[in-house]
């Protein structure tokens, strides 16, 4: 998809091209993410959440939520870690795919100085045809800034109707991702 905008002023081109899915050298991500600092991490946005979930407050510059009737997003700034962000990124892409989902699509979208890379994954055709929908449909993007990391972000729709159970709760996503 190419997108040129002309306002006499400048032009804009959005190039949206597909990526080839990225895995995780574990070798390197489970030490952090089983240490004293991954583990505060992990506990940090559970913390947040809490925050956010239980008296809707939203203190940290670092993280932010958001939630309405059919999503739930969270972006976390990449000034706080301590490892490649993309490390955590293609790790909570796995664990996704470990609770029921397929990796449906991924892209790199440029727009400028800004370079997005996203993963979507919808959740496997046999729990589709449950009438389930798990976590609904996720979107997981890496935000880069002229190739510096800025933020991940992740976001869960799902469909409001008779024909689909309710999705898991948003809580049960913070745990699944944080442990």
Known sequence: M???KNNNVSTNISISRPFEEESLDYDLFMPW???FAGNSFFQWIRDKYDDFENMEVQD???IFFFKNES???FRIDIDIFNMHPN???NYWKDQIKEHGYHLKNSEVLQ???LNTLRYYLKPSLKIKMENKQLFGNITLEIIKNEAF???I???CSWYNGFQYENPLSSKALIQMITN
């Open 2 to 4: 190419k997108t040129l």
């Open 33 to 35: 993410k089983n240490s």
């Open 60 to 62: 940290d510059k670092h």
């Open 71 to 73: 999503t739930f997003a």
């Open 87 to 89: 490390l955590l990124w």
């Open 111 to 113: 727009k400028e100085k």
């Open 149 to 151: 990391p800025k933020y």
């Open 153 to 155: 972000m992740m976001k």
